[in-house]
């Protein structure tokens, strides 16, 4: 099965900027700076538009495509 996609963070929360990526796409940064609750929300919103625009298509039809292929 292909890997589960999930938003990781990189950064940790003594940093005053917030990094993260998607598990199953390398290549898909995300980066806001400041780190309050507010650009926690709008990260996670990010990443929500990422995983429905890339991942949840893979989901419906059931096939395993090159996903980062468009950001190559
Ligand atoms: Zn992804």
């Known amino acids: ?12 929360p003594d940093d005053n900027f917030l990094e ?4 199953a796409c390398k290549t898909t940064k995300f980066r806001l700076t400041g780190n309050t609750m507010d650009q926690k929300t709008l990260l996670r919103s ?10 949840s298509r893979e989901d419906a039809d059931n096939r395993i495509s090159p996903i980062a292929t468009d950001r190559l």
């Open 1 to 12: 099965m292909a890997n589960k996609a999930e938003l990781i963070l990189d950064s940790t």
């Open 46 to 55: 990010m990443y929500d538009r990422h995983f429905r625009r890339v991942h």
């Open 20 to 23: 993260g990526h998607c598990s």
